[in-house]
């Protein structure tokens, strides 16, 4: 199984500033298969990044992805207050077919 | 509009049973596969069931296989889980969302989930 984990736990950090959040697989992954989602307080999870980069329809080009093999980044390049809430990265595997990482909280500092 | 529409949620007692529905409307049923993705009240995100869209092909997490079955109605644009043998572990809000890939040389790539339904909390309590 490819276990996926994000880092930092919580990432405290202030209107304007730049976020940068991490998702590491415990085995290399095809960067095609990457997403990122972000998740508000009461809300279903969003699509955000799939394809490590590719920005979904109606995301912000604030918002990026990058990275390749087993090291990810979602980037968020000056924060909105709407920025803060949790990211989950996924990754389409074999077993089990889909993982999730654990998430990071981005919270206003 | 793209749309999923989940519900059926509930308290149910420990080894009972329940059945969610997901009303899909909006695209093209056929053409997508769905997942139920669970999420435990402030955890994280589970995926724990797939279903193709015509030829019905069904994967499931560890954690619910041989207790919860997927299916799907493609003249009703309906998923359903079936739950049955319920443990207090079972409790979250249970998500559907739509199974979106992009195609070419005869691979999937790109695969993601797009969108989600607003979730049914399920509990199971005595």
């Known amino acids: 199984e490819n276990v996926l984990t994000q880092f930092p736990g919580t990432l405290s950090l202030s209107p304007g500033e730049r976020a940068t959040l991490s998702c590491r697989a415990s085995q290399s992954v095809s960067s095609s298969y990457l997403v990122w989602y972000q998740q508000k307080p009461g809300q279903a999870p969003r699509l955000l990044i799939y394809?490590?980069?590719n920005r979904a329809t109606g995301i912000p080009d604030r918002f990026s992805g990058s990275g390749s093999g087993t090291d990810f980044t979602l980037t968020i390049s000056r924060l909105e207050p709407e920025d803060f809430a949790m990211y989950y990265c996924?990754?389409?595997?074999?077993?089990?077919?889909?993982?999730f990482g654990q998430g990071t909280k981005l919270e206003i500092k | 509009e793209v749309q999923l529409v989940e519900s059926g949620g509930g308290l149910v007692q420990p080894g009972g049973s329940l059945r969610l529905t997901c009303a899909a409307s909006?695209?093209?049923?056929?053409?997508?596969?769905l997942n139920w993705v669970r999420q435990v009240p402030g955890k994280g995100l589970e995926w724990i069931s797939f279903?193709?869209?015509?030829?019905?092909?069904?994967y499931y997490a560890d954690s619910v296989k041989g207790r919860f079955a997927i299916s799907r109605d493609n003249a009703k644009n309906s998923v359903y889980l079936q739950m049955n043998s319920l443990r207090v572990e079972d409790t979250a809000i249970y998500y559907c969302?739509?199974?979106?890939?992009?195609?070419?040389?005869?691979?999937?790539?790109?695969?993601?989930?797009?969108?989600w339904g607003q979730g049914t909390l399920v509990t199971v309590s005595s």
């Open positions: 996924q990754h389409y595997g074999r077993s089990p077919r889909y993982s």
């Open positions: 394809g490590a980069s």
């Open positions: 909006g695209f093209t049923f056929t053409n997508y596969a």
């Open positions: 969302a739509r199974d979106v890939s992009d195609y070419s040389g005869g691979t999937y790539y790109h695969i993601r989930f797009d969108p």
């Open positions: 279903i193709s869209g015509i030829s019905q092909t069904t």
